[in-house]
């Protein structure tokens, strides 16, 4: 069954970009009706959706994030990616991508990223 | 942004029990709800979803109600296994949110 795994630095300094990678495996990145997104969830609080993006190209951001965000896809690698640039102790979180068709499913297991000096 | 509220925040019940969440969205999103069930430092399950919908797999001790602005999650009988944060999320409008979760524990 589809799994996905997520990647990266586990901590960034204050006001550089937060870069990572989402590596889709036993199934495609580009497979029809699927969109691939990022979710984040600071420690002790809810779950804020970052964005979504198709394989084509398509994107659809937070507001929230949009002017820091992008997602990207690279379909030869069956990754997907998340840069967040200006990253303050606000985007402290467990960061989760996931598949989503109509609900998001199914989720990487997460990296707890830290933005600290 | 769409705004989803959940009641109650926490609960705490019995092996067996009938156990009910509620999801309040701040404006009418038809039936595109999920659920979600999420273990202690574990990523969230998707359990339910276009409000009433069971995802394969899933047991069918869990259920789900509702349109428009007001849904319901329970579980019918209330297993230990079931100890987890339970949130909703709606699609109906970007970006997608989610409530604040409800942690349901044993009695």
């Known amino acids: 069954q589809l799994q996905l795994q997520e990647s990266g630095p586990g901590l960034v300094k204050p006001s550089e970009t937060l870069s990572l990678i989402c590596t889709v495996s036993?199934?495609?990145?580009?497979?029809?009706?699927?969109?691939w997104g990022w979710i984040r969830q600071p420690p002790g609080k809810g779950l804020e959706w970052i964005g979504s993006s198709y394989y084509s190209g398509t994107t659809y951001y937070n507001p929230s994030l949009k002017s820091r965000v992008t997602i990207s896809v690279d379909t030869s690698k069956n990754q997907f990616s998340l840069k967040l640039s200006s990253v303050t102790a606000a985007d402290t979180a467990v960061y989760y991508c996931?598949?989503?068709?109509?609900?998001?499913?199914?989720w990487g297991q997460g990296t707890l990223v830290t933005v600290s000096s | 942004d769409i705004q989803m509220t959940q009641s109650p925040s926490s609960l705490s019940a019995s092996v067996g029990d009938r156990v009910s969440i509620t999801c309040q969205a701040s404006?009418?999103?038809?039936?595109?709800l999920n659920w979600y069930q999420q273990k202690p430092g574990k990523a969230p399950k998707l359990l339910i979803y276009?409000?009433?919908n069971l995802e394969t797999g899933v047991p069918s001790r869990f259920s789900g109600s509702g349109s428009g602005t007001d849904f319901t999650f329970t579980i019918s009988s209330l297993q230990p296994e079931d100890i987890a944060t339970y949130h909703c999320?709606?699609?109906?409008?970007?970006?997608?949110?989610f409530g604040p979760g409800t942690k349901v524990d044993i009695k």
């Open positions: 999320q709606q699609y109906d409008y970007v970006p997608f949110t």
């Open positions: 404006q009418d999103i038809t039936n595109y």
């Open positions: 036993v199934g495609s990145i580009s497979s029809s009706g699927d969109y």
């Open positions: 276009d409000a009433s």
């Open positions: 996931a598949r989503r068709r109509i609900g998001f499913d199914p």
